[in-house]
């Protein structure tokens, strides 16, 4: 009788003061899981086992968000990022990705860029649903007329993300 050895993963979260209110980053092993603003919709409740050590994979996310908010626009290729979703969330924040820094699109082109046609509420859903913020860039997808949407961190955030990647 074997008995099956179970990799222990390790969830941490800190608290980065950013510019518009404390973010959240979560890391599982060595991979970001998770980026959210205090009070965001949909996480960070009931998550607050904040570890004090500097765990590397956290200390790169904090680094990345030193760099993003100087304006030296980091990508998100440049983290190991593990979101958990659906397949068609996680096609969705792929194209998310695919955004450069300052650069917006709608729910609609990424449904199209997807190939489903008319899909945009179902992109809408999907985006609202992104675990990892600002590094997996959902505010940069705007309304069909480019009107400032939805987001689970706040509108006022929303528009402030656009103008310092604007700058």
Not at 7 to 20: G, H, S
Not at 79 to 91: A, E, M, R
Not at 118 to 138: L, T
Request: aromatic letters at 8%; proline letters at 5%.
């Amino acid at each position: 009788m074997g008995v099956e050895k179970r990799k222990i993963r390790r969830r941490q979260t800190r608290e980065y003061p950013e510019p518009i209110g404390r973010i959240t980053i979560e890391c599982v092993d060595q991979a970001i899981t998770g980026l959210w603003f205090e009070g965001q919709a949909h996480y960070g409740a009931g998550r607050r086992d904040f570890i004090e050590e500097d765990a590397p994979t956290i200390q790169a996310g904090f680094e990345w968000l030193d760099r993003y908010f100087a304006g030296k626009r980091p990508g998100p290729d440049e983290l190991t990022l593990d979101p958990k979703g659906t397949d068609f969330q996680l096609k969705v924040w792929s194209e998310l990705c695919c955004l450069d820094y300052g650069e917006t699109t709608t729910y609609g082109e990424i449904a199209n860029n997807i190939d489903l046609p008319g899909g945009g509420r179902a992109v809408g859903s999907a985006v609202g649903c992104n675990p990892i913020s600002i590094i997996i860039p959902c505010h940069r997808v705007l309304g069909a007329k480019g009107s400032l949407t939805g987001y689970a961190g706040g509108e006022e955030r929303k528009r402030w993300l656009l103008e310092h990647e604007s700058k």
